[in-house]
């Protein structure tokens, strides 16, 4: 007997993987990105399925919203003309062939191992239970520590982004220089010009 | 308890925003090497203090302050402070010493402090990804050299593979259990041990797989050599010493406080890593003819021969891995020490024939060389020899005498490519680096650096040494476990 | 009084004296040198003769020391300790008086030889390790001595290194050597299995257990362990001692400077063969085979290789197949379980073949370096005192009666004419007929060399002359117990008890005890022997080879060319040494140099340079360069191999590969 919501997970699901396969399969780098947004709501929307609200929201508003609409920009700004495309790969067969056991492999663990009644669902699903307020509370008390490190993590990526990316100063860019522009006066800014007017000439 | 990583964090942080404004990389490096000499010293003072007023080992079961977590701190910070010590000339020399580099190095050893700490699945791999990322960016950090930046991708691209099959395999094992802290998830393990689900298994490979990406373990060896090649000295110094401890705290978390009741898992699978490592890094160093590539397979033969006593998984067997590790480490260090002195403003010691005829222009670093590379191979009065010899007496006495006697062949087949170093040192002769100036040679010093030679002799004294007088250091690693 | 301190003193002394002119030759200068040897020699000499003293007059009980243990390993404990009884004091007081005459004989011979400080340095150093190995109180100290001894013989044959043939020779003394030195170290190792321990003492313990013990061959053989082991021991003796067919180096040997000739291929160290005889007399005892082995071989030596003796030329060499007969005697009388008569023999014999090649070196010089007794003759006026001397040894060799060697002789024949055990007539009949062959070829060599017409050119500026005090003064020195040893020592050296003087030391067979009764009963004092001479049968063989020889060579040498022709077949048949030279030349020297060829050039070249050793280094740098091929650089490429390896160990553990 399939429920109503096994439904909506298998053609969700089915949906998620064929947005997946696009991504990689499609030859125009904007379309694969646009799947890419695809394949990410479609995870939220599994999320949801599970009731994790919170999780299937911050993947659309940090994903969608904000990474990947970077991703599109970044893509439009490169000739994207072929630079993409993967051609005829040799190990094509061979990655096939990988892909099909790595599947298999999977299924047959799935199929052969036990769940030690650990992946159950949250206990509270009152009302009054929000899983944003969980998180929130699990992330500043049990998990300080590593929420810390995290954000350490983030300073180093943010460091490591600038050093590589960073060439020195040109000499031609333009700035602002803040002591320049407070320790501007009006005698160095403004010049009066006595221009007589038309009326004295006359 | 978090004042060492407190310390390194605050230097990290003060080196980033005073290296805005100051450009000289001496002043910024030891900026570096105080605040990690004060990490050291705050290591032992907690340590110490831990222990006489009797602190639990474990801190909401998040972080780990035992034996393990102090000796493998005490070394990051030691060879940190040696690999930093070393490679300033280069840094200077090469234009990458700026601030940023030396905050992420800084980050880098915070994120192995965090690791060698790690009590908990989350901790572990936010602290296994800080010191990757840090490493990442550092081995792009000649951004203008094309080499390096294909190296840094490849790193990237292939340690975010790893990164997620360690992470997936963490998920398949908290599906399981629906434990991520260290004790009691091995508390429940060692309860199913017997009947475990294949869900484990696949979450224990995927695990072990990620660890030996880190460690550089054939088949998940494919990024060395070209990292090696590819980066500046003084990062490839640091991926083949400090980052190698750090893996193998990883490797000790996971596979000792974690996984060990799922020995009979792991055990036949690391036993294949390790012979296929000592097999593939002995005999492809053989076709190199580059140094630092040559040294990268040297570290995956080496990774092999430690991987040889981890997968005993006994108490004195970590002791003896954690030895080996230590002689790798000081080994490695020595030898690339002495590159590292070489460097010269027309000549990068890049081919191991740049090194002919070292003997003539400067015996003692060709000695100190000899040391290293006698001791990498493993001959005798060396201390390489003696964790060798550690090694494979643990086999002989565990009964895996097939291991033993395939290790000490390949061993042989291993002495090839390092004695070749000291034939090209000692007995070619000298070539000059260009025909059309006959008076330049490539062995030349890159400049009077009295610390550096005394930090190299002392890497070279200490093979020597320890490897006469092990006893102490044996004794010290037996208790850790 | 404490042996123990003289004993060891006797011990060093001769080594350091080798050191110090040895490593300090140089520095000090040739006369220190010999001074110093000479001296500590002289020191080694004195301690034997206190030695020799406590247990002759004093009767002082044996001395079975354990030094300190020198290696452990398992079971086996190696020690180094001393046993001073009766057999090794005898062979002490040999060792040093012979050595320290040569010593100082050398001090004139080796004048005007580079190398003096070195010489001196091997024949102290020949001293100390000939001392090890009759001191020892386990066999493997004893091993280490005959080895050690092998080496310096071999140093000192080789001493001319660069005169290709006494290199040569040095090589065959060594290589010969070895083959028996094969035989006694498989019977240590019999010992050491089956005893457990290589000492003496426990050895000689379990000598009566050994005795019942047998070996099970293949196809069920079954051999007595004991004769197994002794006749292995035997066979280390025989290569030491020269004994048929392990003879062959000695002649070589004589390439060596004289005076080692007389030291260490006449007096000492061919001797420790009949040594280590007598000392394991426990064993040999215990094995009736073993005892007819020695006693045959002994005396098929004594009387078959001093016959090639006539066909000799070379004055040296003609005293070294006398030394081999003479050795053939001793192990006769070791056989014939007569010990004390072959120690009494090998004492007697190291004064007056010492004397003898010592007076040979005397000739030698005064001919600069002319050895062959064709161009010799007519010497007795030139050179009086080593005639008188080399006549008194020539006498005692051929066993007239008041000299030393008719008591000992003598002695040897009686006790196998009387050995009641397999091979004793034939061993009889042999040294009966080697008494005349001994008389014959030492009167030729006697008459050829002293008397007659020079064969030499007689150059009136460079006229032989007598040598050097110290040559002749050692002469007269040796020349005294030739004489007076035998007479004045035999009654209680062998006529006391079945076992002589040597008492406790040796074991006799008791089936052999009835026998040596008969034997020392027929003796009746000194005076009666000696006048007995004249009734036996050996004394008119002597006489008849003297005769012999004054007929052929003094007064009518026409005779000689009459009846004997030099190409007859027996003739030829010894001069060709009964073909064991070229035997081994033919046989074994081409032979195993064919077969070491054909290793090498297919096991060495083919198989293991060129398939294991650079085979295996060829395959690995293929393997090598595979490796480097794997890695592309392609990133990929990386990835895929990652990812395959981790399906890989998944698909592994699941059990699908």
């Not at chain 3, 004289?258 to 005892?285: D, E, N």
């Not at chain 3, 006549?391 to 002695?411: H, Q």
């Not at chain 3, 064991?580 to 060495?604: A, E, M, P």
């Amino acid at each position: 007997m399939i429920s109503l919501l096994d439904c909506f997970f298998y053609s969700i699901s089915s949906m998620l993987v064929a947005s997946s396969l696009a991504v990689i399969l499609v030859r125009h780098p904007v379309r694969a990105a646009l799947f890419l947004v695809l394949s990410f709501v479609m995870a939220a929307m599994l999320w949801m399925l599970l009731e994790a609200e919170f999780l299937s929201l911050v993947l659309i508003f940090v994903y969608v919203g904000a990474i990947m609409t970077l991703f599109l920009f970044v893509i439009m700004m490169l000739p994207a003309e072929e630079s993409l495309s993967w051609k005829k790969w040799r190990g094509f067969p061979f990655a096939l062939l990988l892909f099909a056991l790595l599947l298999s492999l999977l299924f047959y663990m799935l199929k052969h191992s036990l769940l030690l009644g650990a992946s159950a669902s949250p206990a509270d699903t009152t009302s009054t239970y929000t899983n944003t307020q969980a998180i929130g509370h699990i992330l500043y008390t049990q998990y300080a520590l590593p929420f810390e490190m995290i954000g350490i993590l983030l300073l180093v990526a943010m460091v490591a982004a600038i050093m590589l990316t960073f060439r020195g100063r040109r000499v031609d860019a333009k700035g602002q220089c803040i002591n320049k522009q407070v320790r501007a006066s009006k005698q160095d800014q403004l010049k009066l010009v006595n221009i007589p007017s038309e009326g004295e000439k006359g | 308890m978090w004042i060492p990583e407190g310390i390194v964090l605050l230097a990290a942080i003060i080196i980033l925003l005073t290296g805005l404004r100051l450009k000289n990389a001496k002043l910024l490096a030891g900026l570096a090497r105080f605040s990690l000499l004060l990490t050291m010293l705050a290591t032992i003072l907690i340590k110490t203090y831990s222990w006489k007023h009797h602190l639990d080992t474990l801190i909401s079961e998040l972080w780990f302050m035992d034996h393990i977590a102090f000796v493998m701190k005490l070394t990051i910070e030691i060879t940190a402070w040696f690999v930093l010590g070393l490679g300033v000339h280069y840094t200077q020399h090469e234009d990458i010493g700026s601030g940023e580099y030396y905050a992420l190095t800084l980050f880098a050893v915070l994120g192995m402090l965090i690791v060698a700490s790690a009590a908990h699945f989350m901790v572990l791999f936010v602290g296994l990804e800080l010191f990757s990322l840090a490493i990442y960016a550092l081995v792009a950090s000649q951004c203008h050299i094309s080499i390096g930046i294909e190296a840094a991708i490849k790193y990237f691209v292939t340690g975010a593979l790893a990164s997620g099959l360690l992470l997936y395999g963490i998920s398949l094992i908290y599906g399981a259990t629906g434990q991520l802290a260290f004790v009691p998830l091995m508390q429940d393990l060692g309860v199913i041990a017997n009947g475990h689900s294949l869900l484990i298994s696949f979450g224990v490979i995927c695990i072990l797989v990620g660890v030996a990406f880190k460690l550089g373990v054939a088949p998940f060896h494919m990024w060395v050599p070209d990292i090696y090649e590819g980066a500046p000295l003084s990062v490839m110094l640091w991926i083949a010493t400090t980052a190698k401890i750090a893996a193998f705290a990883i490797l000790v978390r996971l596979l000792w406080n974690v996984l060990a009741p799922l020995g009979s898992i792991w055990q036949p699978l690391v036993q294949f890593l390790a012979l296929l490592s000592i097999l593939v890094g002995n005999t492809a160093a053989i076709a190199q003819s580059n140094f630092q590539r040559m040294l990268a397979y040297s570290s995956i033969a080496h990774m092999g021969y430690l991987l040889l006593a981890v997968q005993l998984n006994t108490e004195s067997a970590w002791s003896v891995a954690l030895f080996y590790m230590l002689s790798y480490v000081i080994g490695t260090l020595t030898a690339v020490a002495v590159i590292l002195l070489l460097q010269h403003k027309h000549a990068h010691i890049k081919q191991i024939n740049d090194l002919c005829g070292l003997h003539q222009r400067h015996p003692w670093l060709a000695f100190i060389l000899l040391l290293a590379m006698f001791s990498l191979a493993g001959v005798p009065p060396l201390l390489g020899f003696m964790a060798k010899w550690q090694i494979v007496q643990m086999l002989i006495e565990q009964q895996q005498i097939g291991y033993a006697i395939t290790a000490m062949l390949l061993t042989i087949v291993g002495a090839y490519y390092y004695l070749r170093i000291i034939k090209v040192i000692y007995f070619d002769d000298l070539q000059p680096l260009d025909p059309a100036k006959p008076n330049i040679y490539p062995p030349a010093l890159l400049a009077v650096q009295p610390t550096a030679s005394i930090m190299a002799a002392l890497c070279g004294g200490s093979l020597l040494f320890l490897g006469i007088f092990p006893a102490q250091l044996l004794q010290f690693c037996l208790q850790v476990f | 009084m404490n042996l123990l301190p003289f004993a060891l003193l006797a011990l060093s002394a001769p080594l350091l004296g080798s050191l110090l002119a040895g490593f300090g030759g140089r520095l000090l200068g040739r006369c220190a040198s010999h001074c110093l040897a000479i001296g500590l020699l002289a020191v080694a000499w004195m301690c034997s003769v206190t030695l020799l003293y406590q247990m002759w007059y004093q009767h002082a009980p044996a001395l079975d020391w354990m030094g300190y243990n020198w290696l452990t390993s398992a079971s086996l404990h190696i020690d180094f300790g001393l046993l001073i009884d009766r057999l090794s004091v005898a062979m002490m007081m040999i060792v040093t008086s012979i050595s320290l005459l040569v010593h100082i004989y050398s001090i004139g011979y080796m004048h005007d030889d580079p190398a003096y400080q070195r010489f001196f340095s091997y024949m102290s150093l020949f001293t100390f390790a000939m001392l090890i190995l009759v001191t020892a109180n386990n066999v493997i100290q004893l091993f280490f001595g005959w080895e050690g001894v092998g080496l310096v013989s071999y140093l000192l044959i080789g001493f001319w290194f660069k005169k290709p043939s006494a290199a040569l020779g040095a090589y065959k003394a060594f290589i010969v050597n070895r083959v028996g030195d094969f035989g006694l170290l498989l019977g240590l190792a019999l010992l050491l299995y089956y005893v457990g321990s290589l000492n003496y003492q426990p050895i000689f313990a379990k000598a009566a257990w050994i005795a019942q013990q047998h070996i099970i061959f293949l196809h069920g053989h079954s051999v007595r362990l004991v004769s197994l082991i002794c006749i292995l021991l035997f066979i280390g003796a025989m290569g030491k001692s020269a004994q048929m067919p392990l003879h062959v180096w000695l002649p070589e040997s004589m390439e060596g400077p004289t005076p080692i000739s007389a030291l260490i291929h006449a007096a000492t160290m061919v001797t420790a063969g009949v040594y280590l005889v007598v000392r394991m007399s426990p064993l040999f005892s215990g094995s009736p085979v073993a005892l007819s082995v020695v006693l045959v071989v002994g005396a098929t030596g004594a009387l078959l290789l001093g016959l090639i003796g006539l066909v000799q030329n070379d004055i040296k060499r003609i005293i070294a197949y006398s030394t081999m007969s003479q050795l053939g005697y001793m192990m006769a009388a070791a056989g014939a379980s007569a010990f004390s008569a072959a120690i009494f023999h090998l004492i007697s014999h190291a004064f007056f073949k010492a004397l003898l090649f010592l007076g040979a070196g005397s000739v030698i010089l005064a001919m600069h370096h002319q050895q062959d007794i064709r161009k010799m003759g007519g010497l007795r006026s030139y050179l009086p005192i080593t005639y008188i001397t080399f006549l008194i040894g020539s006498c005692a060799l051929v066993a007239l009666p008041p000299f030393s060697g008719y008591y000992s002789k003598d002695a040897i024949i009686e006790a196998v004419h009387l050995a009641p055990i397999w091979g004793g007539h034939y061993a009889y009949i042999c040294l009966l007929l080697g008494a005349f062959v001994t008389a014959l070829y030492t009167f030729r060599l006697f008459f050829l060399t002293f008397h007659g017409s020079p064969r030499f050119d007689i150059d009136k500026e460079h006229l032989p002359h007598e040598s050097p005090w110290v040559v002749w003064l050692p002469l007269v020195l040796l020349a005294v117990p030739s004489v007076l040893f035998g007479i004045v020592h035999v009654q209680e050296f062998i006529y006391t008890s079945p076992e002589g003087w040597l008492g406790q030391v040796v074991y006799v067979m008791p089936a052999l005890r009835n026998y040596l009764s008969d034997w020392i009963s027929e003796f009746h004092g000194v005076f009666i022997a000696t006048a007995q001479a004249v009734f036996e049968l050996p004394f008119w063989f002597t006489i008849a080879g003297i005769m012999t020889a004054w007929i052929l060579y003094l007064v009518k040498p026409s005779l000689r060319a009459k009846y004997i022709k030099p190409d007859n077949l027996i003739s030829r048949i010894l001069r060709a040494k009964y073909g064991f030279d070229s035997f081994n030349d033919s046989i074994i020297v081409r032979g195993v140099q064919s077969l070491s060829r054909l290793f090498y050039h297919i096991g060495d070249m083919r198989l293991l340079d060129e398939g294991i050793v650079n085979g295996s280094a060829h395959r690995i740098k293929q393997l090598a360069q595979w490796m480097r091929c794997l890695q592309t650089g392609y990133l990929s490429y990386y990835l895929f191999v990652m990812a395959l390896a981790w399906v890989i160990l998944l698909a592994t553990w699941v059990g699908w590969f």
